[in-house]
């Protein structure tokens, strides 16, 4: 059974670069999975961040873009975020997730497993 | 971007009583639509995907349903551990987007 355990910071200053690193247990990465960060601000809605799938290939939010950067490395089993300068708005708890694959148009659908989420404070 | 809106925010409902949420998007996204779970403190989990199919393991009292622009998720009987919020997330293209939640609460 597939495990994800997220790692990061904690508390990240003002304008500066979060990263975050979600671990993966209990997974072959040549089953064709995309991974995704999705994140949710205190008290809020769910909000995606990025994809990518084992190939490499990725999306990322067009909001985030220029700000976003989503990264496998298959050998360490880890998808790592990285996100520029940050803002309060940033602050949040945030989720590593597997995700099927579409096997006709090739896009990412729906996440089948999370990780518990860690959670970022943006703040001086 | 595909706007997902879902009502209401948020619903009262006895335990053993059936509970209808309902999810709309801005656009046709087919049945490219999930429906998850979140406890609070924990991760979401995939409760439908397809619009109608089930996720392994939940149980038979979640049902999905709808197309194009409208869906429903129906819990049929309302148990203690149903009482969550519940998100939509529709995935016709890359872009995905997410419902703002109903929180079904105890009456």
């Known amino acids: 059974q597939v495990q994800l355990q997220e790692s990061g910071p904690g508390l990240v200053k003002p304008s500066e670069t979060l990263s975050l690193t979600c671990s993966v247990s209990g997974y072959s990465f040549s089953s064709g999975h995309y991974w995704a960060w999705i994140r949710q601000p205190p008290g809020k809605g769910l909000e995606w961040i990025a994809s990518?799938?084992?190939?490499?290939?990725?999306y990322n939010h067009p909001s985030l873009e220029g700000r976003v950067a989503i990264f496998l490395d298959t050998a360490k089993k880890q998808i790592s975020l990285r996100l520029s300068s940050v803002t309060a708005a940033d602050t949040g708890l945030y989720f590593c997730a597997r995700v099927v694959a579409d096997s006709w148009s090739g896009y990412p659908k729906y996440s089948d497993s999370w990780g518990q989420g860690i959670l970022i404070t943006v703040s001086s | 971007e595909i706007v997902m809106t879902q009502s209401p925010a948020t619903l009262s409902v006895s335990p053993g009583e059936r509970a209808t949420l309902s999810c709309g998007a801005s656009?046709?996204?087919?049945?490219?639509l999930a429906w998850y779970q979140q406890q609070p403190g924990q991760a979401p989990r995939l409760l439908i995907y397809?619009?109608?199919t089930r996720a392994t393991g939940i149980p038979a009292r979640f049902s999905g349903s709808g197309s194009g622009t409208e869906f429903t998720l129906t819990i049929s009987s309302l148990q203690s551990e149903d009482f969550a919020v519940y998100y939509c997330?529709?995935?016709?293209?890359?872009?995905?987007?997410f419902g703002q939640g109903t929180k079904v609460e105890i009456k």
């Open positions: 990518i799938y084992e190939t490499g290939s990725n």
């Open positions: 397809g619009a109608s």
């Open positions: 997330q529709q995935y016709n293209n890359w872009l995905w987007t």
């Open positions: 656009q046709s996204v087919s049945t490219n």
